[in-house]
Nanobody, 124 residues
Framework: QVQLVESGGGLVQAGGSLRLSCAAS????????MGWFRQAPGKEREFVAA????????FYSDSAKGRFTISRDNAKNTVYLQMNSLKAEDTAVYYC?????????????????WGQGTQVTVSS
């Protein structure tokens, strides 16, 4: 059984930084892709970043590129999302997700497992 638990959200001023963590438990994640999505009030869930666990290769949404970095710590079975230069429009609930093998995907419905989410609020 795969379990994903996010942490690290909070309130930050525009221009600041936050690091989100996603602690993963279950089988080996070497064949998984890990993703971060976010959902703002009244909006659809949107893709932020994803990474192939085995290689560390990552890809990002246009809004995240250059500001956010996805990474993982194999020893801790944890995926991170480092968010810099935060803007008010980054305010959302951020979700960690896992996709078992296959190709990269930015589509939420391709992901098999989800965490409960962590709130990020950026004040302007």
């Amino acid at each position: 059984q795969v379990q994903l638990v996010e942490s690290g959200g909070g309130l930050v001023q525009a221009g600041g930084s936050l690091r989100l963590s996603c602690a993963a438990s279950g089988p080996s994640f070497s064949t998984y892709h890990m993703g971060w999505f976010r959902q703002a009030p009244g909006k659809e869930r949107e893709f932020v970043a994803a990474m192939r666990w085995s290689s560390g290769n990552a890809f990002y949404s246009d809004s995240a590129k250059g500001r956010f970095t996805i990474s993982r710590d194999n020893a801790k079975n944890t995926v991170y999302l480092q968010m810099n230069s935060l803007k008010a429009e980054d305010t959302a609930v951020y979700y960690c997700a896992a996709k078992y093998t296959g190709a990269y995907s930015s589509r939420s419905y391709d992901y098999n497992y989800w965490g409960q989410g962590t709130q990020v609020t950026v004040s302007s």
